[in-house]
């Protein structure tokens, strides 16, 4: 699908403004923003003025209204973000955030073939890419040699730059400029497949002691309720966990948290060490060490750039913790939600383990004002009175989240719901939440 100068309809105005501009060259792409939810929207021409609620999402489709030097003032034609404002389509130092339609092409051949040839060289004879361009994938123009086109890729998978042929030798389209004919036809058709080519995609994140084996079995009848239209994403926590002796342990939580594990906890975990995403000091199992915070959000962002996007998250116990702070790492330094959904089973507070602060309400507005905030969602699942953390966990939640906040009850304690029938009421009432998320 493309757009097409003759396909698109010009007013009486812009029919009588000489030189006529045609539609397609005023449509710009959004290909930035890949690894932050889309791309930063302000309300002025000035890089200083206001910042809309929301980012433009990644191949988001707008018009061009003017075009002072790096700085686009556009109206959203497609795709999701900010209808209209002031946006830079490169960043200083060169790279593009937007580029014209007219730069835009898609792979449309090789679906029998798992993608069409990428070659390293101009010529059909230079060394051939070991993986082929999936079928589908968006792709931005670098050169444009007959019918031989140097690519990079914007979306999809294979080589991320490399050449292609833009046809067969028998005439038959192997990739086409994907905007031509009418604008929101061709966006919406694009967002359409786009959604039928994807699985909803969830990331768990397992407590600690722990490991990703684990947390499939504990997730087990979660999964199946979701059903096989949902990507599962596991991610095991940077340190390796060993039992140890952290001194003095009054309350008895240092035993619990640092002995030996049972045979059953073994068996569960396989073939991987069992792991943490915190790691203390002697006699301390409250105050994490800095350098596993730091180790740990890094390990996160990696993972997030590397599997993005994600439409929700699924933690349990000091995972809650962690992806609560994780959280407010990233709403702290003005960067976009991860997903759109955090499910939270035995939810520890981020507070507890000191990281992020007590949440303060006079922030409260900050939520609604920074990169998809105020559609981010918590859903928070708790154990009743027999789990430790019921009585700090729930008020914490509330402070925290407000009116973003759901919550579902049961009363099997600090783990996922077990006893029926409201077990499977609340991974019902959270599959449709995840879905809900993704826009299903």
């Not at 759109?340 to 000191?354: A, D």
Request: hydrophobic residues 35%.
């Amino acid at each position: 699908p493309s757009y097409s100068p003759r396909g698109l309809r010009r007013s009486p105005s812009e029919v009588c403004q000489p030189p006529p501009m045609s539609m397609s060259s005023k449509l710009w792409v959004v290909i930035g923003g890949g690894d932050k939810g889309g791309i930063v929207v302000r309300e002025g021409l000035a890089t200083d003025s206001p910042l809309r609620p929301e980012r433009l999402a990644t191949l988001a489709v707008v018009k061009e209204l003017a075009l002072e030097g790096d700085r686009l003032h556009y109206e959203r034609v497609d795709g999701s973000g900010p209808a209209s404002g002031w946006a830079s389509v490169r960043l200083q130092d060169g790279k593009e955030l937007m580029v014209r339609a007219s730069k835009v092409w898609k792979v449309v051949g090789g679906g029998d073939r798992g993608g069409i040839l990428v070659r390293e060289g101009k010529g059909k004879d230079s060394p051939a890419e070991t993986e082929r361009l999936a079928t589908g994938s968006w792709l931005k123009e670098l050169d444009l040699d007959g019918e031989r086109l140097r690519f990079q890729r914007i979306s999809g998978s294979g080589p991320p730059s490399g050449w292609v042929s833009t046809r067969l030798q028998d005439g038959k389209d192997l990739v086409v400029q994907a905007f031509e004919g009418d604008a929101r036809s061709v966006a919406g058709e694009q967002q359409q497949q786009q959604q039928q080519q994807r699985k909803i995609r969830v990331l768990f994140v397992h407590s600690s002691p722990g490991n990703s084996n684990m947390m499939k079995f504990q997730t087990t009848q979660l999964r199946k309720v979701l059903g096989k239209d949902v990507e599962a994403l596991f991610v095991d926590a940077p340190h390796e966990w060993k039992p140890r002796d952290l001194g003095p342990d009054p309350d008895g939580r240092g035993a619990l948290y640092a002995s030996e594990r049972s045979d059953f906890e073994k068996r569960l975990a396989g073939n991987k060490p069992f792991f943490e995403w915190l790691t203390f000091d002697l006699g301390d199992l409250q105050t994490p060490t800095p350098e596993s915070v730091d180790n740990t959000f890094s390990h996160l962002q990696d993972f997030l750039r590397r599997e993005a996007p994600i439409d929700a998250c699924v933690a349990i116990s000091q995972g809650t913790c962690v992806v609560g702070g994780f959280l407010e790492v990233r709403r702290g330094r003005g960067e976009a939600a991860p997903w759109r959904l955090s499910v939270l089973f035995s939810s520890v507070p981020p507070e507890n383990h000191f990281l992020a602060p007590p949440p303060d309400p006079a922030e409260e507005k900050h939520a609604e004002e920074v990169g998809g905030w105020a559609e981010h969602r918590i859903l928070g699942v708790l154990g009743g009175e027999t789990d430790p953390w019921y009585a700090v966990g729930k008020p914490a939640l509330s402070a925290r989240y407000g009116s973003q906040l759901q919550l579902l009850e049961h009363v099997d304690g600090h783990t996922f719901p077990l006893t029926e029938p409201r077990a499977g009421e609340i991974y019902a009432e959270v599959a449709a939440a995840i879905r809900r998320a993704a826009g299903l």
